[in-house]
Nanobody, 126 residues
Framework: QVRLVESGGGSVQAGGSLRLSCAAS????????MAWFRQAPGKEREGVAV????????IYSDSVRGRFTISQPDAKNMVHLQMNSLKPEDSAMYYC???????????????????WGQGTQVTVSS
């Protein structure tokens, strides 16, 4: 069992930055795919960034590419999401997720991830 805890959410004006962090209770070599999803009220959960831990390979959705960066520091049980040039449409609850083997076609599919955090709120005002 892997427990994920997000932190770093908050309120910021458009154009600002925030860094989210996800701490896993334990590093699991069986769950190398770490991802950030977000969900705004009335909308489906959307994948925004994925990192394959231990390889550094990162993948982004079109909506955040060039503005967000997912990274894994030396501690294998931590993942960060640096969010720059934030827009009001980035406002959502952000969730950290971990998965075992995630096909390329399902990298941004919530059903492909086994473990989830409780989420952290990001609000961007115009």
């Amino acid at each position: 069992q892997v427990r994920l805890v997000e932190s770093g959410g908050g309120s910021v004006q458009a154009g600002g930055s925030l860094r989210l962090s996800c701490a896993a209770s334990t590093y699991s070599a069986n769950s190398p795919y770490m991802a950030w999803f977000r969900q705004a009220p009335g909308k489906e959960r959307e994948g925004v960034a994925v990192i394959v831990t231990g390889t550094g390979r990162d993948i982004y959705s079109d909506s955040v590419r060039g503005r967000f960066t997912i990274s894994q520091p030396d501690a294998k049980n931590m993942v960060h999401l640096q969010m720059n040039s934030l827009k009001p449409e980035d406002s959502a609850m952000y969730y950290c997720a971990a998965g075992t083997i995630v096909p390329l076609s399902k990298l941004f599919s919530p059903s492909a991830y086994r473990y989830w955090g409780q989420g952290t709120q990001v609000t961007v005002s115009s």
